[in-house]
């Protein structure tokens, strides 16, 4: 059974840059069949998707975040990562990590983690 | 940028009645790439509804999908009490994707 699971300091100042890491088990990153990201949800408020990657390091960024975020992977160790800098209060939110179906046929996420909160403060 | 509207923002029914929920796109969409989810709080979303009607692993018969263009719904035919939560549409265009605002269920 496919699992994902976020890891990540969950507290950073302001200015820094938020690192957190997607470790998956149950399956192996290099699969073909999809793509892999991370959507976020500030408290108390709805979804926002930050961006995916590819196996191989293709990625696709939301446009509203595009110029401070990193998504990259490491398949020798079946994980990806999610850096954002400049960081701000705005960027306080519980973030979770999910595996994309991307297809020409289909585009949704069908297994996500279980979130990790991560608090802008100084 | 596609924008998705969803409403109503909070829909307060029974359990056995019928809930719609509508998520409106700010121009046409592709069907295949808009999907629900359903949220409970402290929880990570869980899907239901891919491809606009396809109803993911699992997922109860009474949760249908349906919609084309800009105008999409999901439908719980028969509210159950386990069925409260905030419910999440989305779209994919142009390597962008979208989430509607959300529509909150309460189970009176």
């Known amino acids: 059974q496919l699992q994902l699971q976020e890891s990540g300091p969950g507290l950073v100042k302001p200015s820094d840059t938020l690192s957190l890491t997607c470790t998956v088990s149950?399956?192996?990153?290099?699969?073909?069949?999809?793509?892999w990201g991370w959507i976020r949800q500030p408290p108390g408020k709805g979804l926002e998707w930050i961006g995916n990657?590819?196996?191989?390091?293709?990625?696709d960024y939301n446009p509203s975040l595009k110029s401070r975020v990193t998504i990259s992977v490491d398949t020798s160790k079946n994980q990806f990562s999610l850096k954002l800098n400049s960081v701000t209060a705005a960027d306080t939110a519980v973030y979770y990590c999910?595996?994309?179906?991307?297809?020409?046929?289909?585009?949704?996420?069908?297994?996500w983690g279980r979130g990790t909160t991560v608090t802008v403060s100084s | 940028e596609i924008v998705l509207t969803q409403s109503p923002g909070t829909l307060s029914l029974s359990p056995g009645e019928r809930a719609t929920l509508s998520c409106r796109a700010s121009?046409?969409?592709?069907?295949?790439?808009v999907a629900w989810y359903q949220q409970k709080p402290g929880q990570a979303p869980r899907l239901l509804i891919y491809?606009?009607?396809s109803r993911a692993t699992g997922i109860p018969d009474r949760f249908s999908g349906s919609g084309s263009g800009t105008d999409f719904t999901l439908t719980i035919s028969r509210l159950e009490p386990e069925d409260f939560g905030v419910y999440y549409c989305?779209?994919?265009?142009?390597?962008?994707?979208?989430f509607g605002g959300g529509t909150k269920v309460e189970i009176k």
């Open positions: 999910a595996r994309h179906i991307a297809s020409k046929d289909y585009y949704y996420m069908d297994v």
């Open positions: 149950g399956g192996s990153i290099s699969s073909t069949s999809y793509y």
């Open positions: 990657i590819y196996y191989s390091g293709i990625t």
């Open positions: 121009q046409s969409v592709r069907s295949s790439y």
């Open positions: 491809g606009t009607s």
């Open positions: 989305h779209q994919y265009d142009s390597s962008v994707l979208t």
